[in-house]
């Protein structure tokens, strides 16, 4: 078996201190307290698994709590705690110093706030602007309730990611 710093730090923190950890990643109570409570995890793999299947289905409410925690997409925060820290560096790929991409984006967002009624939450990690505009101009294109699943599955990718960086700290 592979030592694995990151997880042994994770199994053996106190319950505060993981649920804390977990929800910088995702802030969702139920969600938190059930990956916390599953500890210990005996792999990575195991730790990630959950983190993206977690607390069924998340409802309506918890995701409009966890996108509170969320900037606008290509509008990183300001600010010094870790969730500005993580959120800037998930959106380095997503180029705002085009003019036409920024117009694109700042357009998409507002259209993308007027029919939701919410901020346009994808995971940027990995992803380039155009990949990040295509995805917005789809998802434009969903029903309530098949973008209500969509963000649900990108807020589990971002705390994944979020999750697998903190263990590599």
């Known amino acids: 078996m592979v030592f694995d710093a990151g ?7 106190s319950q505060s201190e993981a649920t ?17 409570s599953a500890r210990p995890y005996p792999d990575r793999a195991s730790l990630l698994t959950a983190a993206r299947t977690g607390a069924g ?8 709590l966890a996108l509170a925690r969320h900037p606008r997409i290509g509008e990183p925060p300001g600010g010094d705690d870790a969730e500005a820290h993580l959120a800037r560096s ?14 694109r984006l700042t357009d998409g967002n507002r259209a993308y706030e007027d029919k939701f ?15 990040v505009l ?3 101009d789809r998802r434009l294109a969903n029903d309530e309730d098949s973008e209500l ?10 705390a994944a990611l979020r999750l ?3 263990l590599d700290a």
């Open 149 to 158: 699943a969509v963000v649900a599955e990108e807020l589990r990718d971002i």
């Open 57 to 64: 289905p998340l409802s309506a409410e918890e995701i409009e």
């Open 134 to 136: 295509t995805a917005l």
């Open 20 to 36: 804390e950890w977990a929800r910088i990643c995702l802030d969702i109570a139920r969600w938190a307290d059930e990956l916390v």
């Open 117 to 131: 009624g919410r901020v346009f939450l994808i995971r940027a990690a990995g992803r380039s602007t155009s990949d």
């Open 164 to 166: 697998a960086g903190m």
């Open 90 to 103: 998930e959106q380095s790929n997503v180029d705002s110093s085009d003019a036409a991409a920024k117009k």
């Open 7 to 13: 997880l042994r730090r994770f199994n053996e923190a």
